[in-house]
T-cell receptor
């Protein structure tokens, strides 16, 4: 069974600085998808970024980028030029490309942004 | 706004009762997923429907059931409620089963007293 591990329960960053959130996963599959979701205090789950395992190029979305290391089964999220609105819980998630479509989530990292 | 709607936003009920949570997927999405977020279990997949048919089951209790109607909206029924069922219940939708991103609704916060 696949698992997703987020080893940083909490992280903090100064406004305008850069922060990296870590995620590792375990799978025997070669084709899958990885996601970062953001959950602000409103509790809404918002998609931040998506990575397809068969693509070597790291995904980027504006200030958000990932470092996808397939061999190491690592999928970290880098937030550049951090803003107060980035403060939230961040969840890493895995989805198989061939099995069920369920998302398997990590336990989350709470990000605090200080002015 | 993801385009996925869920009602009600909040629900307070007593142990032993039954509740129904409703989800309307994004326009054009055929697949609906239900997830439970609780303090002790984290975010867990419950069940998936695709175009009216059940496609996958996760850690869904026998006291819970779901269905997807011809207009593609879905309902999650929770019965014989226990204190431990208190959680945030999310619905998500995607265009089809494969290779598509799931977009989440705002969730229904259930409190069982």
């Amino acid at each position: 069974a696949q698992t997703v591990t987020q080893s940083q329960p909490e992280m903090s960053v100064q406004e305008a600085e850069t922060v990296t959130l870590s995620c590792t996963y375990d799978t025997s599959e070669s084709d899958y998808y990885l996601f970062w979701y953001k959950q602000p205090p409103s509790r809404q789950m918002i998609l931040v970024i998506r990575q397809e395992a068969y693509k070597q190029q790291n995904a980027t979305e504006n200030r958000f980028s990932v470092n996808f290391q397939k061999a190491a089964k690592s999928f970290s999220l880098k937030i550049s030029d951090s803003q107060l609105g980035d403060a939230a819980m961040y969840f890493c998630a895995y989805r198989s490309a061939w099995d069920t479509d369920k998302l398997i989530f990590g336990t989350g990292t709470r990000l605090q942004v200080f002015p | 706004d993801s385009g996925v709607t869920q009602t009600p936003k909040h629900l307070i009920t007593a142990t032993g009762q039954r509740v129904t949570l409703r989800c309307s997927p994004r326009s054009g999405d055929l697949s609906v997923y239900w997830y439970q977020q609780s303090l002790d279990q984290g975010l867990q997949f419950l069940i998936q429907y695709y175009n009216g048919e059940e496609r996958a089951k996760g850690n869904i209790l026998e006291r819970f059931s779901a269905q997807q109607f011809p207009d593609l909206h879905s309902e999650l029924n929770l019965s014989s409620l226990e204190l431990g069922d208190s959680a945030l219940y999310f619905c998500a939708s995607s265009v089809d089963q494969r290779r598509e991103t799931q977009y989440f609704g705002p969730g229904t916060r259930l409190l069982v007293l």
